[in-house]
């Protein structure tokens, strides 16, 4: 006769130590987890430092007048494109008109007043020969045709003056740009002196672009530079490029053209410049910020991997890798900028390495997975 035994016989304890082991040898034999996995991506291309800047204009000059008056008329629209030499205002002229006729009256009366003295002086030099007048008194009449002659010299200078001051009167464009908005209206007093601005013309094209630097960088951009041959960061043939806030592609190029001769000794960082040509149509205005690019490299093999893949441990860059067993091996890793999404790899890796790309916080070092290759769409 068969006998049954129920669990409900078995001893309490019997069944908790049953679970224990079971549990215990679950947790020493995790499944393997699957993950994601990509060999590194080798490209020639160039590598880049990126830096945040602002454009500024290559001329910016605010418009004041050279004479005070009351302002007549104003010959341009708020905004607009101006040449040089274009009115833009026009003072009232008529004060000046009549200053300027005054002192040609004045240039007229010393004339005839040196004539005079010329005439007085032959006579006196004719009587002097006879001795009909005293040697005193010819040199009272010499000393009269001098002063005759610096009062048609002064009176022909303030002729100039009031000459110029007419001119004046027609405030002219200085430069070629686009002219911001007039800041004064017909009718008012302006007060020369440089105190009042009427308006202000930024020039257009070429454009300056602006950014700083950290004396690493410098002294990294300079030392390649002076190692080949040329004159480093002032030699005016290094080439940038810039995209602006609403690009993805670093379209505009210029050359650097200026280095600043010392440090900031707050941020301790040098202001750098490069000149953009090609603004015709005034897409680019001072003020714009855009982020820079300047070469770090010649164009060399380089290794890519997707940003993500990359995990921090304290000052370090981990990358997960598989190996041959399907282990997970953490290896330290020296990264570069970013290009076109994925990171630069300096060292660390090798192309045949497989790269933990998907499922990175299941890739446990040491911990065995289920690897499969990234497809080239996935990748």
């Known amino acids: 006769m068969k006998t049954k035994i129920s669990l409900l016989k078995i001893s309490p304890y019997l069944l908790i130590l049953f679970f224990i082991n079971t549990t215990l040898v679950s947790a020493a034999e995790p499944p393997a987890m699957p993950v994601v996995v990509a060999n590194p991506e080798v490209r020639e291309l160039i590598e880049y430092d990126e830096f945040t800047g602002r454009f500024e204009a290559y001329q ?14 104003i010959h341009f629209k708020d905004g607009q494109q101006v040449k040089k030499d274009d009115v833009l205002f026009t003072i009232d002229p008529r004060p000046y008109q009549a200053v300027f006729d005054a002192a040609k009256a004045e240039v007229s009366r010393t004339k005839a007043e040196l004539a005079l003295a010329n005439q007085e002086l032959v006579r006196a030099r004719r009587l002097l020969e006879i001795k009909a007048i005293s040697k005193e008194e ?4 010499a000393a009269t045709l001098q002063v005759a002659t610096a009062n048609i010299e002064a009176a022909q200078a303030n002729s100039r003056t009031a000459e110029l001051d007419i001119e004046y009167t027609k405030i002219l464009a200085p430069i070629d740009g686009h002219i911001s908005n007039r800041r ?10 440089g105190s ?10 070429p454009m300056y672009f602006v950014f700083d630097v950290s004396e690493s ?23 940038v490029s810039v995209r602006l806030l609403d690009e993805k592609a ?7 053209n200026f280095i600043d001769n010392k440090f900031d000794e707050g941020t301790s960082t040098i202001r750098l410049r490069a000149t953009f040509e090609g603004n015709a149509k005034g897409l680019l205005l001072p003020g714009i910020f855009g982020r820079v690019q300047i070469p770090v490299s010649d164009k060399l093999a380089t290794m890519l991997i997707p940003d993500q893949a990359i995990l921090t441990d304290m000052a370090s860059k981990i990358v997960m890798t598989v190996d041959e067993d399907n282990v997970v091996v953490p290896k330290p890793v020296e990264i570069g900028n970013l290009y ?24 446990r070092p040491g911990a065995k997975v289920v690897p499969k290759m990234a497809n080239a769409e996935a990748k």
């Open 60 to 73: 910016d000059v605010d418009v004041r007048a050279r004479v005070s008056g009351y302002l007549d008329k």
């Open 138 to 141: 010819f040199d009272t009449r």
């Open 184 to 193: 004064i209206d017909v009718g008012n007093l302006i007060q020369s002196g």
């Open 196 to 205: 009042q601005v009427l308006t202000s013309i930024v020039s257009m094209d």
């Open 217 to 239: 960088d410098y002294l990294k951009y300079q030392r390649r530079l002076i190692d080949k041959q040329n004159d480093g960061l002032n030699d005016n043939n290094v080439s």
């Open 250 to 256: 670093f379209s505009h190029v210029g050359t650097l």
């Open 340 to 363: 076109q999404g994925q990171r630069i790899i300096k060292s660390g890796l090798s192309a045949s390495d497989k790269v933990v790309i998907e499922g990175i916080f299941r890739a």
